[in-house]
């Protein structure tokens, strides 16, 4: 690979994966935006719609852990790829076919197969070409990718879905994943940075040897991102298929406006997400540990989250402030998915990173599997805005919960003294064992 094509296929990767995290973000969001429309033409009552925005989830985590040991062998490119086509099939049943509760929720699961392994994948992808110390800017780029296209997402399935009917949205959808999946084949590419550059390059890089992951799953450190990470996606679920309804139905917003409102829970998180990533990495490069630069930040901001949602539904507050509050309290939460991501990266060997990253994702994500069913249980036990309110009172409260276990348990630098002291005992255990050709 030439010196010139080194230096700009970074940015071609990161700019591929960003448009892959915007797909993945739009298809998720499509549902909670025709939710009204698809309820009255299947006849669904909100359990029955929340179990099918739970279905979303059910084969998610199992993908995402299945993906992400293939990861380990596999080169991101072809994964990836394989990603996107399961997209679009999943996509064109709901545009052109007869449609029923049953077929409803199977393309809801197949889409959750193959978009289970996507963000994981799409940052191992991208670590292959950014070092260490200088990956949370790229890590909330990609991840960006996704706030954008629910930001796309919210006036343009609702415009689609005005206009033409809520299938088109599917439709549009699939041929996306279809487009990109082509752009993706013909200019993505591995990167460079294998271990034994990493090694080389950088004092912090990942160690090379392996580790039991029976020790790297129950780490502290790794588990408090799981649990802080499992918090905030409890609340990105609800966005994606609660909220729009909730603005409608709750806050009485016009169909139009509230995919502008939907909106809006998108465009606040863009700079919050970007901002926090950016001063985590000018305190990394100003020589502050990881514990503050991404572990007491990830929790603060998570704390501060959940006050916000408790302040917008508890203070007796106009529609539009209430929905701001809103929109900064579920958005604050979300740095997780950038800073918890990098200390994954950080403490793993690079050679267990796609399986690490892919677990913990896969893990965290088994909230969106829980939180559309409880939610519908919420409305459906209570008439009007209160059952509403009752449920994202609820994910304030699993807000709060993960952010002090955060707090108490991410310790980046402590956990990655244990791990690389178990690596080296389990390098020298090794070693003392004679080869059996030695033996001979």
Request: positive net charge; glycine residues 10%; aromatic residues 10%.
């Amino acid at each position: 690979m030439s010196e010139r094509s080194l230096r700009r296929s970074p940015a071609l990767i990161i700019a591929l994966l960003f448009v892959f995290m915007l797909i993945n973000f739009a298809d998720k969001a499509a549902l909670g935006l025709v939710a009204v429309p698809l309820m009255r033409d299947l006849q669904l009552s909100p359990n029955q719609f929340g179990l099918v925005a739970g279905s979303f989830f059910a084969l998610f985590a199992l993908s995402g852990i299945g993906f992400g040991f293939a990861a380990n062998r596999i080169a991101s490119k072809p994964l990836i790829l394989l990603l996107a086509f399961i997209w679009a099939i999943a996509q064109f049943p709901l545009a052109i076919g007869a449609i029923s509760l049953p077929v409803l929720i199977a393309c809801r699961v197949v889409l959750g197969a193959g978009e289970g392994p996507a963000y994981p994948l799409a940052l191992h992808a991208c670590y292959k070409w950014v070092p260490d110390h200088r990956r949370n800017v790229p890590t909330a780029i990609i991840m960006q990718g996704g706030q954008v296209g629910m930001l796309i997402a919210g006036p343009v399935v609702t415009a689609l879905t005005i206009h033409f009917g809520w299938r088109t949205a599917f439709l549009a959808l699939g041929c996306a994943s279809v487009v990109w999946l082509v752009l993706w084949q013909l200019f993505a590419a591995e990167g460079p940075l294998d271990e034994p550059a990493l090694a080389q390059g950088s004092r912090a890089a990942a160690p090379v040897a392996s580790l039991p992951y029976r020790r790297l799953l129950l780490d502290p450190t790794y588990l408090g991102n799981v649990v802080v990470y499992w918090s905030a996606y409890w609340v990105v679920a609800l966005i994606f298929t609660w909220i729009p309804a909730y603005l409608q139905k709750g806050l009485h917003f016009g169909a139009s406006e509230s995919g502008w409102m939907f909106s809006l829970f998108i465009a606040i998180n863009i700079p919050i997400i970007l901002l926090g990533s950016w001063i985590s990495e000018t305190m990394l490069r100003r020589g502050v540990g990881s514990r503050v630069s991404r572990g007491v930040l990830t929790a603060g901001c998570t704390l501060a989250g959940a006050l916000l949602i408790v302040i917008a539904l508890r203070f007796g507050l106009d529609r539009m402030t209430r929905t701001v509050l809103l929109a900064v309290g579920c958005s604050l939460p979300q740095i997780t998915f950038v800073l918890c991501s990098a200390v994954t990266g950080e403490i793993t060997p690079a050679r267990q990173r796609g399986a690490a990253l892919a677990i913990a994702n896969s893990l965290a994500t088994t909230a969106g599997l829980i939180a559309p069913i409880s939610m519908g249980r919420f409305v459906s036990a209570t008439e009007g805005i209160v059952g509403y309110e009752n449920g994202l009172m609820f994910a304030a409260g699993v807000l709060a919960v993960g952010g002090v276990v955060s707090l108490v348990a991410v310790n980046p630098a402590r956990s990655r003294a244990r791990l690389e002291l178990a690596q080296t005992a389990g390098t020298a255990t090794h070693s003392d064992t004679p080869h059996p050709q030695a033996l001979q």
